[in-house]
């Protein structure tokens, strides 16, 4: 499967058409065709991978695992977690009570925030799929 | 707020059906992650975004000690729905405890209490009851029913 057939089967997903996709994203026309043959350059691909909330591993065919982040998704997941940490986020939940921790443990819990993070988005888009 | 915290656990198990720990965790929608480092400070966690609850649970505790555990971010996860404060931290001085953690302990002990089939034959008091369960028995003032337990 190309990463072109992958775009297809996604875009057909959510009824639009190639060209419709181009436009959205602002490709020139037909740009997207040329990715039959050849492999897009990374800043398209992330685009393309944003718009559908993919990975750009997933278009590129290197996994088939759909619920796999996008770019974007990924970003703002790290940047949520820096939020929850320092506690400005009420939209999500946690937060910190009793000792004060290291900067050791802070790194650490972070860690697994982010896993916990990564975890929730991906159970809600496949419940979603 | 006054809340029935007897109550909503006999509630959950009523819909639930089971008094298995793990099919509890489901049927509140959450799900535990068991593989993943906490800091040793930390015990628990809950974790909520995106329409989906995570509960994890430091690696280095096992036993007896992990199903309190769960039982008490299982807690925060029924009662206090939309708030903030789920870490789960190391018991440390015990009037600091904010109101939140200590309903979330005794919904915790009273789950534990409905879940476990205590022999009666033998005298059984609540200390006996959180030292089963590798917690201090400071724990035990949570305890409100300890008609239960006769």
Redesign the interface.
């Known amino acids: 499967m190309t990463v072109f057939d992958r775009v297809k089967e996604l875009a057909n997903k959510q009824s639009i058409s190639i060209v419709e996709l181009e436009e959205k994203l602002g490709f020139g026309r037909n740009s997207l065709y040329s990715w039959k043959k050849k492999t897009p350059n990374g800043d398209r691909l992330t685009k393309v991978a944003d718009f559908f909330g993919v990975s750009t591993d997933y278009l590129l065919g290197r996994t088939n695992d759909k619920t796999a982040l996008s770019p974007k998704e990924i970003e703002d997941i790290g940047q949520?977690a820096d939020r929850m940490i320092s506690g400005l986020d009420?939209e999500?939940?946690?937060?910190?009570?009793?000792?004060p921790?290291s900067d050791?443990?802070?790194a650490?819990?972070k860690?697994?925030?982010l896993?916990?993070?990564e975890?929730?988005?991906k159970?809600?888009k496949k419940q979603k799929d | 707020m006054f809340l029935d915290i007897k109550k909503e656990v006999n509630y959950l198990i009523e819909s639930c059906g089971s008094t298995e720990l793990e099919s509890l965790v489901k049927e509140t929608g959450a799900y535990i992650i068991n593989d993943v480092d906490l800091p040793k400070s930390t015990l628990g966690m809950t974790v909520r975004s995106d329409g989906q609850t995570a509960i994890l649970v430091n690696t280095s505790v096992k036993g007896p000690k992990k199903d309190f555990i769960v039982a008490h971010e299982l807690g925060h996860n029924v009662l206090h729905h939309g708030q903030s404060a789920t870490f789960f931290r190391r018991f440390s001085a015990g009037l600091q405890i904010p109101q939140i953690e200590a309903e979330a302990n005794e919904f915790a002990l009273y789950l534990l209490l409905r879940c476990s089939e205590i022999d009666t034959k033998y005298s059984f008091n609540v200390f006996d009851f959180v030292r089963s369960y590798e917690l201090p028995d400071s724990m035990a003032r949570f305890i409100k029913y300890e008609k239960e337990l006769k």
């Open positions: 949520m009420s999500n939940d946690i937060n910190f009570y009793g000792e921790m050791e443990d802070t650490s819990l860690t697994a925030l896993v916990a993070l975890m929730n988005k159970r809600s």
